[in-house]
């Protein structure tokens, strides 16, 4: 991801979450924040779909992952999760961990399929509405 490429991520992130984030914060996630790797995909030269995960020493954490929803259910998302995947790999990470909405059955379904099991509940962790988020984790091996 590139600052020109912000105003097509910030399209997809607001059609994407009840809780948008603004410019600035991803300004800061390219510019300032060292553990931040922001990927953007693409089709026919149009971003389509964005991730942002954070690698500190061992740990991978997937901040933030959408996709147009005229992409979505074919397998855009996975083509994000392979990237992420492989860059943690790549550090000698040993897990990677997320949150997702409790009711969030899609990206349920997607984190699945990567094998991340469930491993606790964060209470009201969501601002918007107070929904609890499942805390996620895969074992990606490490040194």
């Known amino acids: ?42 089709e026919d030269h149009k971003i389509i779909g964005y991730i942002d995960f954070w690698i500190t020493f061992e740990i991978c954490q997937l901040a933030k992952i959408a996709v147009n929803p005229k992409f979505r259910g074919q397998k855009k ?14 550090n000698d990470c040993e897990t990677i961990s997320l949150e997702v909405r409790v009711s969030n059955q899609a990206a349920h379904k997607l984190y699945e399929a990567y094998d ?22 895969k074992a990606i091996g490490g040194l």
Do not use: C
Not at 77 to 90: F, S
């Open 116 to 137: 991340f099991i469930k491993v606790n509940v964060r209470k009201n962790y969501y601002q918007d509405n107070g929904e609890d988020a499942d805390l996620l984790v």
């Open 1 to 42: 991801m590139k600052v020109e490429d912000i105003d097509d991520v910030i399209q997809i992130d607001a059609i994407s979450f009840p809780v948008p984030w603004n410019k600035e914060q991803y300004i800061y996630e390219l510019e300032e924040n060292e553990f931040a790797q922001l990927y953007v995909l693409e």
């Open 77 to 90: 998302a996975h083509e994000l999760m392979d990237v992420m995947i492989d860059q943690a790999n790549k």
